[in-house]
């Protein structure tokens, strides 16, 4: 299965720039997806196609990346962005997560 | 409004078998391919299965193969997982959710939890 690595968590302050990583164990073309998981609640989906904004998330999401290697970014963050962030795969079978980067706010 | 809504999750002993269903509405449900994502307690996301639109194919995760299977019903628009020789294992809020390879996991329900122990 294509293992994909993320950072656990990031701390930064409101109005920050934040960028979350995710690396693939081999390439998914760009067949890569965002996902927010706010506690207790379902997650949503924020970017899919490694750079496409779902409709009806903020322009301050925006993801990147192609091959191993993406990247979503928040700019500027803000008090309500206070989640966990998984990255997914679907190039490859079975489809598979990250483990979740935890977003908290200072 | 798109709304899918889990049910007939609970506490089940080991060796035993629960059916979860999903209700769905706001958007044509044959029209979309569907899936199963669960998370076990305090853990990340684990997509278990997945069913084509018209079902006629269906695909699952190595761990789940022979006890658990994934079935629709169009007219009803509902999504099915009937789980079965459920295991410790198998606890986890399970999601259904939409599945498309170029969109991801787009329409997600609330979940609902199965929590196996004796």
């Known amino acids: 299965d294509t293992v994909l690595t993320q950072s656990p968590a990031l701390a930064v302050s409101p109005g920050e720039r934040v960028t979350i990583s995710c690396r693939a164990s081999?390439?998914?073309?760009?067949?890569m997806h965002w996902y927010q998981q706010k506690p207790g609640q379902q997650p949503t989906l924020l970017i899919y196609?490694?750079?496409n904004l779902e409709s009806g998330v903020p322009a301050r999401f925006s993801g990147s990346g192609s091959g191993t290697d993406f990247t979503l970014t928040i700019d500027p963050v803000e008090a309500d962005d206070t989640a966990t962030y998984y990255c997914?795969?679907?190039?490859?079978?079975?489809?598979?997560f990250g483990a979740g980067t935890k977003l908290e706010l200072k | 409004e798109v709304q899918l809504v889990e049910s007939g999750g609970g506490l089940v002993q080991p060796g035993r078998s629960l059916k979860l269903s999903c209700a769905a509405s706001?958007?044509?449900?044959?029209?979309?391919?569907m899936a199963w994502v669960r998370q076990a307690p305090k853990k990340g996301l684990e997509w278990v299965a997945t069913?084509?639109?018209?079902?006629?194919?269906?695909y699952y995760r190595d761990s789940v193969k022979g006890r658990f299977t994934i079935s629709r019903d169009n007219a009803k628009s509902t999504l099915y997982l009937q789980m079965d020789s459920l295991r410790s294992e198998d606890t986890a809020t399970y999601y259904c959710?939409?599945?498309?390879?170029?969109?991801?996991?787009?329409?997600w329900g609330q979940g609902t939890l199965v929590t196996v122990s004796s």
């Open positions: 959710a939409s599945w498309a390879q170029d969109w991801g996991f787009a329409y």
């Open positions: 706001g958007f044509t449900f044959s029209d979309y391919n």
């Open positions: 997914q795969q679907s190039w490859n079978d079975p489809p598979t």
């Open positions: 081999e390439s998914v073309s760009t067949l």
């Open positions: 196609l490694a750079s």
């Open positions: 069913i084509s639109y018209d079902g006629s194919s269906t």
